[in-house]
Nanobody
Framework: QVQLVESGGGLVQAGGSLRLSCAAS????????MGWHRQAPGKQRELVAI???????NYADPVKGRFTISRDNAKKTVYLQMTSLKPEDAGVYYC?????????????????WGQGTQVTVSS
């Protein structure tokens, strides 16, 4: 069984910064892409940023230039550095990883989610 545990959320003033972390544990052979999503009250969950196993990154337009996603493969951890935070960045942030528990290109890729961490931005 694979678990993702997020940390780093909290309350911050507009213009401030937060760093989110998400660590994977369990029976893991490899991890493909890692990403962060967020969900504001009354809105659908949306992709914030994603990083591939090769290190390529992609960001949602609203966070480009302010957020940075990174990964530490040895620690099985993905990070999201958030700067210049705005009230509209508030919500529950979820990490997501594509995890393989067995070797081989035909092994199942499990789309795994964390439990979420709350980010609140005061104006």
């Amino acid at each position: 069984q694979v678990q993702l545990v997020e940390s780093g959320g909290g309350l911050v003033q507009a213009g401030g910064s937060l760093r989110l972390s998400c660590a994977a544990s369990g029976s893991i052979f490899s991890i493909d892409s890692m990403g962060w999503h967020r969900q504001a009250p009354g809105k659908q969950r949306e992709l914030v940023a994603i990083i591939t196993s090769g290190g390529s990154t992609n960001y949602a337009d609203p966070v480009k230039g302010r957020f940075t996603i990174s990964r530490d493969n040895a620690k099985k951890t993905v990070y999201l550095q958030m700067t210049s935070l705005k009230p509209e960045d508030a919500g529950v942030y979820y990490c997501n990883m594509g995890v393989r528990t067995l070797p081989g290109i035909y092994s199942t890729l499990y789309n795994t989610w964390g439990q979420g961490t709350q980010v609140t931005v005061s104006s």
